[in-house]
T-cell receptor, first 116, second 111 residues
């Protein structure tokens, strides 16, 4: 099956710093990548949708200047949490979707962000 | 966007068959039905996908009635390691589509 990786798997940072999370599709080209965040015992919440070579589309309530998304190639998307604060601590998950019509998404293993 | 409704939680015992039903009354013609499994602190894992009737793979079966307004994920002979949250999603890879996760079903398998 298709494999999606995320790096890092876990990051702890100080308040005010920026953190970059990478999402890679390892064996297929992802025309669309999605970024989610998940709080404990809650469902995944879609943050933004990114298509290769174009600006990301953010969900309502998600600050685009705080969560910078870059989808520079068909295999890589990055999420940068700028000036992170403790309330940004969460589990961030990316997914990638190919170009077929079935909407099958393949998810990365997630990144646990803790902001002190 | 097709909204999905699933039971919040289910309990089962090892060796039993578990059926989780998802309602999606507003499913569109182009939509596929996909089920994912998620363990704590991991990304969701694809289980099975279907469009109509029945689909079976090595881990599960998916039953979809003719009107496609619901679907049932069937897990044969569950084990303790099947304890997880199961999500039902509907959608298609058409322009502008985005996936919205529902609350999922928390399955707890007991010994």
């Amino acid at each position: 099956g298709a494999v999606v990786s995320q790096h890092p798997s876990r990051v702890i940072c100080k308040s005010g710093t920026s953190v970059k999370i990478e999402c890679r599709s390892l064996d297929f080209q992802a025309t669309t990548m999605f970024w989610y965040r998940q709080f404990p015992k809650k469902s995944l919440m879609l943050m933004a949708t990114s298509n290769e070579g174009s600006k990301a589309t953010y969900e309502q309530g998600v600050e685009k200047d705080k969560f910078l998304i870059n989808h520079a190639s068909l295999t890589l998307s990055t999420l940068t949490v700028t000036s992170a604060h403790p309330e940004d601590s969460s589990f961030y998950i990316c997914s990638a979707r190919g170009s077929d019509s079935t909407d099958t998404q393949y998810f990365g293993p997630g990144t646990r962000l803790t902001v002190l | 966007l097709a909204k999905t409704t699933q039971p919040i939680s289910m309990d089962s015992y090892e060796g039993q068959e578990v059926n989780i039903t998802c309602s999606h009354n507003n499913i569109a013609t182009n939509d596929y039905i996909t089920w994912y499994q998620q363990f704590p602190s991991q990304g969701p894992r694809f289980i099975i996908q279907g469009y109509k009737t029945k689909v079976t793979n090595e881990v599960a079966s998916l039953f979809i009635p003719a009107d496609r307004k619901s679907s049932t994920l069937s897990l044969p002979r569950v084990s303790l390691s099947d304890t997880a949250v199961y999500y039902c999603l509907v959608g298609a890879n058409t322009g502008g589509f985005k996936t919205i996760f529902g609350a999922g079903t928390r399955l707890f398998v007991k010994a």
